[in-house]
């Protein structure tokens, strides 16, 4: 009789990490680093052997976050200096 022992479970780590890259290269939307950065946290502490992707899932998807946020933080002073330089020209 033989018997098969259980396949180590890596899926969420593997996950954060696809996620982490598709949110740099494609540029996806805000809500797909969130995701990613929950699950590369949660595969930290329930897969031993997704470490190392696991890892390299919460840069990624903490650098696809910075940039969004320097993104919007950009957009909001443009717009606000927009409306000050057009209250200031009388335009």
């Not at 949110?23 to 502490?45: M, Y």
């Not at 390299?56 to 940039?67: D, E, K, P, S």
Request: proline share 3%; glycine share 14%.
């Amino acid at each position: 009789m033989v018997t098969y022992s259980e396949s180590p479970r890596t899926g969420l780590g593997t996950a954060s990490l696809v996620l982490g890259i598709c949110s740099l290269l494609a540029g996806w939307t805000f809500v797909a680093p969130i995701v990613g950065l929950c699950l590369g946290v949660a595969s930290r502490s329930r897969e031993p052997l997704a470490r190392g992707r696991a890892g390299w899932g919460i840069f990624l998807n903490l650098v696809a976050l910075a940039v969004w946020i320097l993104l919007l933080v950009l957009a909001v002073v443009g717009g606000v200096f927009a409306v000050w330089l057009g209250a200031t020209q009388g335009s």
